[in-house]
């Protein structure tokens, strides 16, 4: 019975290179003179920090430029607030989001039962979802049909197997 899974994941090595990237264009930029702004990546999140509100936004928008060249998906990435640091500059936590949850699970469980396909069905194991079917030409229907939605996370096809 061939079988597929549908994971969410971001190649954490891409997103270092980018910030790395990201952080010497705002060392050499004209712009950024000045305001002490830098990103810094843990596995989880990223922090921006800057002097201004202002900058704080254009070192974002450096950020998603770089990201979006090095082919990480914006959807994995979760914003949030603009927070006063110390001294009068501001700082923003961006989450890093891996994995299928269990709310997502269930939309696309229920994605793929609206599909009326026969023989197909899909169970959450962690933090994937396997899909299993009678025919090749269903499961890549599946695919198909998973890609023209928007399910709010980057989502991946692998370990397809007849």
């Known amino acids: 019975m061939p079988t597929f899974d549908v994971v969410s994941e971001v190649d954490h090595q891409e997103v270092r290179n980018a910030v790395d990237q990201a952080n010497r264009e ?11 702004s830098v990103i810094e990546v843990t596995t989880e999140e990223l922090v921006l920090r800057s002097a201004t509100e202002d ?8 950020l998603e430029e770089k990201l979006v060249k090095r082919q990480v998906s914006l959807k994995a990435l979760d914003d949030g607030k603009v927070e006063e640091a110390s001294k009068g500059a501001v700082r923003q936590r961006i989450a890093i989001r891996a994995g299928i949850s269990s709310d997502h699970a269930k939309r696309l469980n229920r994605f793929i039962k609206e599909l ?4 197909v069905t899909s ?3 962690g933090d994937q979802l396997r899909v299993a079917g009678k025919k090749r030409d269903d499961l890549q229907a599946v695919i198909q049909g998973l890609k023209g939605e928007d399910f709010g996370i980057p989502l991946q096809f ?4 007849d």
């Open 26 to 36: 705002a060392g050499t930029r004209f712009d950024f003179k000045g305001t002490d």
């Open 55 to 62: 900058r704080l936004r254009a070192l974002h928008q450096v």
């Open 116 to 119: 009326n396909l026969k023989g």
């Open 123 to 125: 169970q959450a194991q």
């Open 158 to 161: 692998t370990n397809f197997r």
